[in-house]
């Protein structure tokens, strides 16, 4: 329990403070340990003691550092001014960089794929999203990093610095080239890098006789636009651009993009000029193009044939052809919208012709079959060859039978019957008759049984003349089904074989 004690001149110090005070100065008659109850309330250890010295002594040497640290920041940065103070100090971009001007300057382009903007077939133009990289060596942008504190690149605008003019051969744009204002990244041993994105328009030209199916090569060609091969040689980094950061696109698909060197000498300039060409290689996602256009043409040539398979009697069979027509008709239309215009005829459009060609023809058949079945009484019968070959052996191929006929056999055909005089024919010479109820004096009644007789005959022929023709109608419907179809389904296999 702490009792009071006598004033003094050495009044007590707080405790946080009081583990900086000299023993010399503690009062008269205190405990060392202890502390007034007026004052903290509580006692103070010698582990505390110590733990207050080692925090002061950290909380010194936190501040030590924080006050150091911006004269590191700031060191190097003065260091950086003055490496570009002196780099800059008699630099300049309008010449070659090069110590000897007969000494050509290597530039090193490496072209990434980011994605596919637009590809025009009308128009022919190609838009891209590039990132192009740019290396050479400046002869002139050389230091020693120990001379500044171990400092060995640094990242100024491009606009300081010589750039090479290489541009786009085969670009589509109006507008002039315009460099990006993008850093380069400078090196001590004079290295120079230069990353830069660009949207570019080339020309490409588009080949859609393979349409939906087509595949297109085009080229970027990269050179410099003045300087020669002499002055100036660019070569490609590595055999291919990038595509790493490549975004799909959902009509095209991106085989690769091969990069290939020329040396080419152009009549108005006797130096050689080597540029750099990616080719570019797509292949059109065809599935839309299928589904949309070329599986309802597909369905509709497939259904044409069928109108040799509806009965005569229906009355139909002209109708469907004509319908059918009329739809390839209007989805050659919108075709026709779609398709890019080209010199030659796309895969689909020759798909379309075709089809369109044999429904015409088809429905033109329809009528001709349509004319034999209707072939009255008064027609002529079936000619001799016909019946041989056609209601004979074609009909057993291809079993065209009557009611109740077992297949593979036929009707025997018949030959017309030979007509005869309606008086019965020649008669024998009358013989004298004395007696006066014979029937052989009945002249008029002999006469008018015979015609009747003849009349019946005639009927029945012209009947059967007409069912044979209506069988001869029969027969070709069935031979012209198989035709058609086996027609439509070969062309419709020779276009979907080309998706797979």
Known sequence: MCQAQPESRYRPHHPCQQSLMLPSVRPRGSHPETCPTSCCGRA???RS???????????LGLLFLFSLLPECLGAEGRLAHKLFRDLFANYTSALRPVADTDQALNVTLEVTLSQIIDMDERNQVLTLYLWIRQEWTDAYLRWDPNAYGGLDAIRIPSSLVWRPDIVLYNKADAQPPASASTNVVLRHDGAVRWDAPAITRSSCRVDVS???FDAQ?????FGSWTHGGHQLDVRPRGAAASLADFVENVEWRVLGMPARRRVLTYGCCSEPYPDVTFTLLLRRRAAAYVCNLLLPCVLISLLAPLAFHLPADSGEKVSLG????LALTVFQLLLAESMPPAESVPLIGKYYMATMTMVTFSTALTILIMKLHYCGPSARPVPAWARVLLLGRLARGLCVRE????????????????????DGGARPPPVACHEPRCLCRQEALLHHVATI???FRSHRAAQRRHEDWKRLARVMDRFFLGIFFSMALVMSLLVLVQAL
């Open 210 to 212: 393979a349409f939906p």
């Open 322 to 325: 004509v319908t059918v027509l």
């Open 44 to 46: 103070m250890g010698p």
């Open 453 to 455: 007789a003849n009349t």
């Open 403 to 422: 009611r109740g006929e077992p297949c593979g056999q036929s009707r025997p055909p018949e030959s017309p019957p030979s007509p005869q005089p309606p």
């Open 217 to 221: 090569r085009c080229g970027l060609t």
């Open 49 to 59: 003691h110590h733990r207050s010295l080692g925090i002061s002594v950290s909380s």
